[in-house]
């Protein structure tokens, strides 16, 4: 909070896992397995976080400090 006087907004984003080239490695049975316990029978996408992203950019500074959890509600 005392970097709001600057105009300074700190926020974090949080994802589960997500499909990406960085877990290609990830034996496949794990993914498949994550899928089918995930609420929406999927992975999260990159594009999913990046508008997630995209929000915390354009919000008002009023919005800061906060760590958005992108895990369909599983916390």
């Known amino acids: 909070t005392e970097n709001i ?4 907004q700190s926020n974090a984003v949080s994802p589960e896992f997500m499909d990406t080239t ?3 490695d990830v034996d496949f049975r794990i993914k498949e397995a994550l899928i ?4 929406l029978k999927r992975l999260l996408n990159t594009e ?6 995209k929000f915390l950019v354009e919000a008002p500074a009023h919005f800061t400090g906060q760590n958005i959890f992108i895990n369909s509600g599983r916390s």
């Open 5 to 8: 006087q600057f105009n300074i």
């Open 22 to 24: 960085l877990n290609d």
């Open 36 to 39: 089918k316990g995930h609420p």
């Open 48 to 53: 999913e976080v990046a508008q997630t992203v």
